[in-house]
């Protein structure tokens, strides 16, 4: 039998999300975080209506935290990445997002347990739902 447990501290919602005061990382290429494309590089345009990036969210690619055997970067260069680059903290409350949920869990893995950060969500809709969703703000470009 399934013990009830409560994803609360791990996954954010549409509704966490569009209130979210923190930071948030888009994980996607970056021909989808401009708009350019609504899907990932070699598939089917599916699952969005339109393109862009949620007002705010930062542009870190998920394979960036991975060298070209597969894999991770070392500790000091995803901080390098994260928070040189892109100003995240591990005191920032931060949430990740992709087109599904399922690029984005790698990088909530990341800065999770490998940089230690005590508050990171995966964004359960990500872009499929915020996309597809009406008067949800939507940022296109760089």
């Known amino acids: 039998m399934a013990h009830e447990r409560s994803d609360s501290a791990i996954r954010a919602f549409f509704a966490e999300v569009r209130q979210h005061k923190g930071k948030l990382v888009d994980v996607r290429s970056p021909q989808e975080f401009t ?20 007002p705010g969210a930062k542009s870190v690619p998920w394979a ?15 901080r390098a990445i994260y928070e040189t680059e892109q100003g995240l903290k591990s005191s920032d409350d931060v949430i990740a997002y992709c087109r599904i949920g399922e690029r984005s869990s790698h990088t909530w893995f990341v800065l999770t347990y490998l940089l230690g950060y005590p508050k990171v969500r995966n964004y359960d809709g990500s872009w499929t739902e915020w996309g597809n969703a009406v008067r949800s703000p939507i940022a296109k470009g760089a």
Do not use: C, V
């Not at 708009?35 to 862009?52: A, F, V």
């Open 35 to 54: 708009g350019e494309k609504l899907h990932m590089p070699d598939y089917p345009q599916e699952g969005t209506l339109r393109g862009g990036h949620i």
């Open 64 to 78: 960036r935290a991975a060298n070209p055997d597969g894999t991770f970067k070392t500790a000091a260069d995803l």
